[in-house]
């Protein structure tokens, strides 16, 4: 029983932290192309500065995920609902009313 949550979490998380992360991946890979490594940056200075942007997409994340969890999502908790319970802290966090139609079928 316990390996059938713990299964149903791990999806789930890994679902969640995709819809956060693609937008920001989107925008790095983006983002990237037009910062392409110039030959009179040093190593020391690329290297600071994917820190930097690394620093910034993982401060996005959280910050976007505690947006989550103030509305009501909890990552780590009972996931029988989970595409609605998602749904519904989005709907908040964007601070539409949260509608109570089912999830969309995939």
């Known amino acids: 029983m316990k390996s059938k949550h713990f299964y149903l979490f791990a999806a789930s998380t890994t679902v969640t932290f995709g819809l ?3 937008p920001v ?3 790095y890979g983006a983002s990237s ?3 392409a490594p110039d030959r009179s940056v040093s190593k020391q200075e690329l290297k600071a500065q ?3 942007d690394r620093k910034a997409r993982h401060a996005k994340k959280n910050a976007e995920l ?3 969890e103030k509305n009501g999502y909890n990552p780590a ?3 029988a609902n989970y595409p609605q319970n ?3 802290a989005q709907q908040k ?3 539409q009313k949260p509608t109570n139609a089912p999830a969309a079928a995939p």
Do not use: P
């Open 86 to 88: 998602l749904q519904k």
């Open 25 to 27: 991946l989107d925008a």
């Open 77 to 79: 908790g009972n996931q």
């Open 20 to 22: 956060i992360a693609t």
């Open 93 to 95: 966090a964007a601070g």
């Open 33 to 35: 192309d037009a910062t």
């Open 50 to 52: 994917k820190n930097a």
């Open 66 to 68: 505690g947006q989550l």
